[in-house]
């Protein structure tokens, strides 16, 4: 079977009892998705405080004071850099922690697990779109799996959020291919809402609006060459702008203003303004690149693409890889079959997951932390390596070999699932097989970049403390210092603990790995916080080298 329009669900969609009769790939996705809620609801508190979400945090807060002032408290509009971007989340969040029973970040977590569901859903819906019921819910069970995104699910307030919005922009604009030339309105407000969304998180959504001009170029340029009249160009182009393209615009941008206040400020600089902040960003330090330490600002082409590739596993990466070989073999062999809408779906996803990579690279964009800022590549990259693996299962003859594959894939499929579980609740930092796993990557990628496991290093502390002062361990205070982020570690504090920024003479240090912090001080080394034999960061305890260091103050002062 070629990829060619998804065949047809048996399942009649609007009755959910059929909906979960078996067979059922649409049920096995709804399962899928109960499943994963449910393990976000009983892990969301596992997750550490990133090294972003403190700053993000106050801007929800400030964004939300914003509107309750009546506009006039303006903090929100000189947040550090924050003010270049769309606060949808933040406010969201701020909102709910008035009103949440749980802790400020552990709502937040709730909140960003949530809307990391929303994006496995959109994901269905669009490997759905493209290949049918049993294409969506692989589609959705890869994203699942795919530790990079499962493991920001919980505590990225920017990625997730806008890669959520993407995957569903990118599903209505598949559903738009093949409507055109005159889609339904509910169809173009559904897209309208999504890429307003979406730049409310980041102004990167703009390019989803020119994925839209683009796709209704093509559509356009189609026709014309179908009934080899120019005129049909200017046409067809003009009615797609006045039907879908200005409405799109004219939805999307104010939503996108109603959640940014200082975009409100100069509604089109201002925008334009954060897009070339984003494009070359400031970011003075060195970066982790295959074992050297890389100026960010002039990274080697390859630093990008090659975290990517790192960053899928093993089976999505393959099928990656073969995807562009079978595109051209279709584009050859079955290219009248497949149908103008079909194709055009496909390109515009495919370009979706290309271009922002390719446009990177070109104008090298300075970057850092692998690929974190890319993530919303990830779900349409599982669409259509889903779609793939959906057809290249259908081409299986005999029930011998689909019992082996069946088999294989059960096997792998087990081993990536104790990946996973074994690297909880650090998902993120995983590498596949390729660069030798977690342990492989090590020294040569950065693995804990964000002090996720900052909040495991606090406890093994107080544990330790506990153990040596027994029942008198509160009635001591200890001076605690942080490399990086101190919030990620002092949150978790107990009473006790006392944060410092002098690390010289802090009882304690904790540190992660990142730009070798961990080696900037001596000390005793008395928890790590290790997966699969990777360190990712430590407790040192400091108290006799500052104790003997007063000393030999004291002495010198006599």
């Not at 994203?143 to 599903?171: C, E, R, S």
């Not at 410092?500 to 916080?529: H, M, Q, W």
Request: hydrophobic share 50%; aromatic share 14%; with cysteine.
């Amino acid at each position: 079977m070629a990829l060619m329009a998804p065949p047809s669900d048996p399942i009649r969609s609007d009755k959910i009892g059929a909906r979960l009769a078996w067979p059922s790939w649409d049920g096995l996705a709804f399962l899928l998705f109960i499943a994963v809620t449910v393990l976000a609801l009983a892990t969301f508190h596992q997750y550490g405080v990133t090294w972003d979400e403190d700053v993000h945090n106050w801007y929800g807060v400030f964004v939300l004071e914003y509107y309750r002032s009546g506009f006039t408290d303006l903090r929100a509009m000189h947040w550090q850099d924050l003010i270049n971007y769309g606060a949808i989340f933040d406010t969201t969040a701020a909102a709910l922690n008035e009103i949440s029973p749980f802790g400020t970040y552990e709502t937040r977590h709730l909140l960003n697990s949530l809307v990391g569901v929303i994006g496995l859903v959109g994901t269905w819906k669009l490997g759905r779109a493209l290949g049918g019921p049993r294409a969506g819910f692989i589609a959705a069970l890869f994203l699942a799996l795919t530790p990079n995104y499962y493991g920001q699910m919980f505590n990225n307030p920017k990625d997730i959020p806008f890669a959520a919005g993407t995957v569903w922009a990118l599903y209505y604009m598949v559903l738009l291919a093949r409507a055109l030339p005159r889609p339904s309105a509910s169809l173009v407000l559904r897209l309208a809402f999504a890429c307003g969304a979406t730049l409310g998180v980041r102004v990167g959504g703009l390019l989803l609006l020119a994925y839209l001009g683009l796709l209704l170029g093509l559509y356009a340029f189609w026709a014309m060459i179908e009934t080899r009249d120019w005129r049909t160009l200017f046409i067809e182009g003009f009615g797609s702008l006045g039907r879908i393209f200005i409405p799109v615009i004219v939805i999307a941008y104010p939503l996108m203003l109603i959640f940014w206040p200082w975009a409100q400020q100069a509604p089109f600089q201002h925008p334009l303004d954060a897009l070339a902040t984003f494009s070359h960003q400031t970011f003075p330090f060195p970066t982790l690149y295959a074992g050297e330490y890389v100026p960010a600002t002039d990274l080697p082409w390859s630093y990008l693409p090659v975290h990517i590739l790192l960053a899928l596993p093993e089976l999505i990466l393959l099928l990656l890889v073969a995807a562009p070989f079978v595109a051209v073999w279709l584009l050859r062999n079955r290219f009248a079959a497949m149908g103008r809408g079909t194709i055009l779906a496909f390109f515009i996803v495919t370009f979706g997951i290309l271009f922002p990579v390719g446009y990177a690279v070109a104008i090298k964009a300075v970057l850092f932390d692998g690929m974190r800022h890319f993530i919303f590549a990830l779900p349409p990259i599982a669409a259509v390596t889903a779609v793939l693996a959906d057809r290249i299962w259908e081409h299986l003859n005999g029930i011998t070999l689909r019992r082996v594959v069946a088999s294989l894939l059960a096997i792998y499929g087990i081993i990536h699932i104790q990946t996973m579980v074994r690297l909880h609740p650090d998902e993120y930092v995983y590498y596949n097989a390729f660069i030798g796993g977690t342990e492989g990557a090590q020294g040569l990628f950065k693995l804990d970049y964000w002090a996720n496991s900052y909040q495991e290093a606090v406890h093994g502390l107080t544990e330790y403390l506990r153990a040596e002062y027994g029942s008198d361990f509160m009635d001591h205070d200890f001076t605690v210092a942080v490399c990086g982020p101190p919030g990620s570690a002092a949150y978790y504090f107990p009473p006790n603990f006392i944060f410092t920024p002098d690390r010289d003479n802090a009882d304690f240090f904790i540190t992660f790995t990142k730009d070798e912090c961990d080696k900037s001080l001596p000390g005793t080394e008395i928890y790590r916080v290790e997966r699969m034999g990777s360190l990712l960061s430590l407790v040192l305890d400091r108290r006799d080298i500052v104790a003997g260091a007063r000393l030999g103050l004291l002495a010198g002062s006599r």
